[in-house]
């Protein structure tokens, strides 16, 4: 009986799960070759996809649970998906060059998600473009609940003016990526101080910083500059953003599983480096902290010892290692200053060279995994074309060597029949006229005729 109870209970939470799989896909539309005529009715989030590429399918249960949750909270964007190798020409004129590729369609505009494939970081980002471009902030209140919500936000604060034009369309180029705000002088908080009117500023890390066009220059390069907080717990990914701003990133890499005082401390130096020079450092410094040295180590193409500081370069692939041991706040702000005047080093690059030992670099991390991971599998992949090749050779060469005996042969053949040939010539040369009989000539062995000459 109890036996029974459990099968019902298996069968009962199955039933559920397909239950829930089906209402979630239900929320996600197949779309096809009428989606180009119909879409600009309306704002779509669009999954464009392929049926073998690995990443789509991880993306998927995802992808319904954001088309289930959109759809509850009454959003009026639609959810979709299309197979992009079905319809390869209305994904080519979205701009789809990999798969998955998620965009906003909204209208003729098209904004990419380059985001992590998190349900929630999904749906942030389709609230954040789906809606306006610049949001007003009528009140106090509701700028202090902007300053609660959001970890970095943008407020233009003025009238109309040049600034503002170039706001807008700094807006329309990365409203992907962050929030866009306008207020009157009044709205502001009280702490905040304005040398001048219009005015662009940027909320993050409790604090704030005022756009000044003679310092920061183009006003959509400094937006993209400062869309990050000051100090972050990094990844790949975020490396990757990073190489955008222009700045340097300033790490500490340790193992955040291991509790010895070395790992805190280096991440809690990095930390007060962020927050107590801040204005000295955050035009040219992005900091943060990484866990393990995995990553890096394929960065550098080195095997750094864990923990330890390193300054990268992401836009070109420098990077910056400790000439001394870091004891404290005061020795990282004098690596630092020295970093920025020249004095350290800058290994790595982008150069010739770096390419070369790059692709080297790669191929044998590749050929060590594939071995580590599976050893049968990497002797196959790396055995088998090295004895097609060797077959290919061996059996090159062998073709060679008969074809030169045949060669040989028939020379020697056609130089028999030339023989054979004045043979027969001598002999019709030497048969008699007709009428007279034909005697045999029969050679006499040598010991006779020497007789008869004696």
């Known amino acids: 009986m109890a036996a029974w109870r459990s099968w019902a209970a298996l069968r009962l939470c199955a039933t559920v799960v397909l239950l829930d799989m089906v209402v979630c896909k239900g929320f996600v539309e197949d779309l096809d070759e009428s989606f180009k005529e119909n879409r600009n009715d309306d704002i779509w989030l669009v999954d464009f996809y392929a049926p073998w590429c690995g990443h789509c399918k991880k993306l998927e249960p995802i992808w319904?649970?954001?088309?289930?949750?959109?759809?509850?909270?009454?959003?009026?964007?639609?959810?979709?998906?299309?197979?992009?190798?079905?319809?390869?020409?209305?994904?080519?004129?979205?701009?789809?060059r990999g798969y998955p590729?998620?965009?906003?369609?909204?209208?003729?505009?098209?904004?990419n998600y380059r985001g992590p494939r998190t349900k929630?970081?999904?749906?942030?980002?389709?609230?954040?473009?789906?809606?306006?471009?610049?949001?007003?902030?009528?009140?106090q209140q509701m700028f202090e609940h902007m300053q609660k919500r959001h970890r970095v936000f943008f407020v233009y604060i003025g009238g109309e003016s040049p600034l503002k034009e170039k706001y807008i369309d700094a807006a329309s180029e990365l409203i992907v990526y962050t929030y866009f705000f306008s207020a009157s002088e009044e709205v502001v908080p009280e702490y905040v101080t304005l040398k001048e009117m219009p005015a662009v500023l940027v909320f993050k890390d409790e604090t704030y910083f005022v756009y000044d066009e003679y310092e920061d220059g183009d006003l959509s390069s400094w937006i993209n500059r400062e869309r990050f907080q000051n100090y972050l717990a990094m990844d790949g990914f975020l490396l990757y953003e990073l190489g955008d701003t222009g700045k340097l990133v300033a790490l500490a890499v340790i193992d955040e599983k291991n509790t010895s005082v070395e790992h805190a401390r280096l991440k809690s130096i990095i930390q007060e480096v962020a927050r107590d020079y801040r204005d000295l450092f955050h035009r040219d410094f992005q900091f943060g902290h990484m866990d393990g040295n995995d990553y890096i180590n394929t960065l550098l193409m080195?095997?750094?010892?864990?923990?330890?500081?390193?300054v990268l370069n992401t836009s070109n692939q420098q990077y910056f290692l400790l000439d001394r041991q870091i004891k404290n706040v005061e020795d990282m702000v004098q690596f630092i200053n020295n970093?920025?005047?020249?004095?350290?080093?800058?290994?790595?690059?982008?150069?010739i060279l770096q390419r070369l030992k790059r692709i080297v670099f790669d191929a044998k991390s590749t050929i060590v995994s594939i071995f580590k991971s599976s050893p049968l599998m990497g002797c196959f992949l790396f055995g088998l074309p090295l004895g097609v090749i060797s077959i290919m050779c061996y059996g090159i060469y062998t073709a060679d060597t008969d074809g030169g005996y045949i060669e040989e042969r028939y020379e020697v053949s056609k130089s028999?029949?030339?023989?054979?040939?004045?043979?027969?010539?001598?002999?019709?040369?030497?048969?008699?006229?007709?009428?007279?009989?034909?005697?045999?000539?029969?050679?006499e062995p040598k010991d006779v005729l020497e007789k008869k000459k004696d």
Do not use: C, W
Not at 120 to 136: C, K, Q, T
């Open 64 to 96: 319904n649970e954001v088309g289930l949750e959109m759809k509850s909270i009454g959003s009026p964007v639609k959810v979709g998906k299309m197979d992009a190798t079905s319809y390869s020409s209305i994904a080519s004129e979205f701009g789809v």
């Open 101 to 111: 590729t998620i965009k906003l369609l909204k209208g003729d505009l098209a904004y």
């Open 120 to 139: 929630d970081d999904i749906i942030e980002f389709a609230h954040r473009v789906s809606g306006a471009l610049i949001r007003p902030l009528p009140s």
């Open 302 to 310: 080195d095997e750094l010892t864990v923990p330890t500081v390193v």
């Open 339 to 351: 970093i920025l005047d020249g004095t350290v080093e800058a290994q790595g690059g982008d150069s």
């Open 416 to 443: 028999e029949n030339e023989n054979q040939e004045q043979i027969e010539e001598s002999k019709e040369q030497q048969e008699p006229s007709s009428g007279e009989s034909v005697v045999p000539t029969v050679q």
